[in-house]
């Protein structure tokens, strides 16, 4: 370089002047508030970029190694402490067909809601005698392959009752069925609209009709208490409550009650947005749960040392603290803006539509590139033409480029299967190995798989065709015109 001459600065995007109060390390009833900016490279050790290259943006990156380990986990922090015991993968949690299958080679069974989820296990080759089939919708006709395959059915209501009793009378079979309670705990918000209520005497009553039935074998007890249970509390007092039913009707009915299901809500390591605290210090460690339930269950069980009836199987159908922390989701910018308010703003190619839990937890988000700012208060907007579709309201970020990557978690728990097919088409989920390989486990959408389902009579299968109706002369004219020349052309309103 020439000794006179200088090196070259970067250039930097104007951006016109604006004021912004100063928020970095304010006070609040936590104390003082530092952010610090959260970057990162990889993803379950791949490169983010190559994978937006391979794969494109938005993306979902599953990690397998990373859901074994959760799963294992789970299972042993109740196993070690209640040995018989069975863990049902709650499908309505993420219905990609890998992520069931991993789970399933991990041993748990399939717990379904619907006639879609259990045609889907069956699918998948799961055994119907593996799959507990939950959910207040069950047609005559999904029970009926149900019953004649073996699953075990949990009764929400007398209706049902009454069908599934017919069904097995019909097939000749006895059906193996469940029935789901729903009881105030004091610790949680009584879920009522599923199940028999205790209180009202309504699963007594169902309790003597399935023990009475020919039809019908009352084998098991079910309730779940809500979702993101942050009160360990509140499965002791499910397990006391189910056990005290338990021997109530064990000592009036002709009945034997061999599995306990105390249903899901797990949490995970999501940050609810009506909680201030960081997960890390307001969700209790899977360990915390197992010991209160599994200690519970031991002390409600003791009398039955006495009896030849033996201990029930305990069942727990966990799905967001399995999965949601083995998936992310990659988003790049496609723009910035500043808003009236002097808050910085992006606009992301992923939102709601893929992100339906941003409308309840505060997702990490995390940069991939060298900071080129100070943090500062930034709101992520989604491509929807929606004014809800808000990844994050407020969230610490550098300067923000379009073109820039960025990776939000946890994402795994129910966006796979709330997304919406709405605007935008719904992106490639990929799978990371426990090698490292990568591969597509669901792929992405095109106009061919959006368009599938739609059926076109016949009168409606060619566009702009002439219209015979007052006032739109102009129309049926441009129309007339268009169906000589075969050649596209637009109407302009205003």
Known sequence: MPENSS???????WEPPFIQPHRVGEINKFGRHRPREARVASVFGVDVELLKKNYGSPLFVTSEERLRANVRRIKKAFAVRWGNTCHGWSYKTNYISAVCNILHQEGSLAE???AFEYEKARALGVPGEMIIFNGPNKSRAILERAVAEGAQIHLDHLD?????EAVAAAQGRKARVALRLNFDTGYSEPWSRFGFNLESGQARQAAKLAAASPQLRLCGLHSHLGTFILEPRAYGEQVKIMCKFMREIESSEDVQIDVIDIGGGLPSMNALQSIYLPPEQVVPSINEYAEVICGTLIEETRYRSHTNRGLP???????RAVVDDAQVLITSVVG???????RAAAVLDAGTNLLFTAYWYNHKVETTGEARGALADTVLFGP????IDVVRHSVQLPPLRAGDSLVVSPVGAYNNSQWMQFIEYRPNVVLV???GEVSVIRAAEDLSVMMAQDRLPEHLATPFAPVRSAGCNHFEAAAETQAKTLRPFRICRG
Do not use: I, Y
């Open 160 to 164: 049902e009752l009454n069908l599934v």
């Open 7 to 13: 090196p070259k600065r970067p250039k930097f995007a």
């Open 112 to 114: 379904v809601v619907s």
């Open 336 to 342: 910035t803006k500043r808003l009236p308010d002097g």
């Open 384 to 387: 929807l033409c929606m004014n």
């Open 433 to 435: 190995h426990e090698d």
């Open 313 to 319: 199987k305990l069942v727990f159908e966990s799905g």
